[in-house]
T-cell receptor, first 115, second 116 residues
Framework: GAGVSQSPSNKVTEKGKDVELRCDPI?????LYWYRQSLGQGLEFLIY????????KSGLPSDRFSAERTGGSVSTLTIQRTQQEDSAVYLC?????????????FGSGTRLTVV | AQTVTQSQPEMSVQEAETVTLSCTYD???????LFWYKQPPSRQMILVIR??????QNATENRFSVNFQKAAKSFSLKISDSQLGDAAMYFC?????????????FGKGTKLSVKP
């Protein structure tokens, strides 16, 4: 598509429930990233997919967080047994590695609220 | 590890005036990119301007320009003729380009207010 699409836009869930957040990157972008932004804070790196390589999971805060990318395109971030501290905006971005258009394009994010 | 520092949590500018947002970074790499992103209340991260490290010429995009000082590892953003729509969070970001690519590293952001 023309941009990075994320769904849902907003999600309210009860503490302890599992949630799935979806990201549909720009067609042809080989790299996909997930970031978390807590209220009034900067962006915290979560996970990075590059082509068929093993993902860089170094930013995942706990084993309740996981992500997959199917067919090198759509990605799903799953949070199990959600906690109130998981409340944040989850941003997805995709990028090309080709100069001169090197850079990230972000989706509009999913605002997750755990009650 | 690379780091990005934005030392101004908040800035304010009068409409039509010029404002400069500061950013410094630390890296041992030679081939990298620097970016400024704008995040309005809609939370969409919008790319404002990018700079390739191997290019000495400062990037410009309309009213936005950068002062890239590679030796000093400084990358400031100048906004000329500020408009009300420029009010947003501004994030400076760094990314390797060469063999050791990784994720985009962000500063903590500067909140810019524009006064009418």
């Amino acid at each position: 598509g023309a941009g990075v699409s994320q769904s849902p836009s907003n999600k309210v869930t009860e503490k302890g429930k599992d949630v799935e957040l979806r990201c549909d990157p720009i067609s042809g972008h080989t790299a996909l990233y997930w970031y978390r932004q807590s209220l009034g804070q900067g962006l915290e790196f979560l996970i990075y997919f590059q082509g068929n390589s093993a993902p860089d999971k170094s930013g995942l805060p706990s084993d309740r967080f996981s992500a997959e990318r199917t067919g090198g395109s759509v990605s799903t971030l799953t949070i199990q047994r959600t906690q109130q501290e998981d409340s944040a905006v989850y941003l997805c971005a995709s990028s090309t590695r080709q100069r001169p258009n090197y850079g990230y394009t972000f989706g509009s994010g999913t605002r997750l609220t755990v009650v | 590890a690379q780091t990005v520092t934005q030392s101004q949590p908040e800035m304010s500018v009068q409409e039509a005036e010029t404002v400069t947002l500061s950013c410094t970074y630390d890296t041992s790499e030679s081939d990298y990119y620097l970016f400024w992103y704008k995040q309005p209340p809609s939370r969409q991260m919008i790319l404002v301007i990018r700079q390739e490290a191997y290019k000495q010429q400062n990037a410009t995009e309309n009213r936005f320009s950068v002062n890239f000082q590679k030796a000093a590892k400084s990358f400031s953003l100048k906004i000329s003729d500020s408009q009300l729509g420029d009010a947003a969070m501004y994030f400076c970001a760094y990314r390797n380009y060469g063999g050791s690519q990784g994720n985009l590293i962000f500063g903590k952001g500067t909140k810019l207010s524009v006064k009418p």
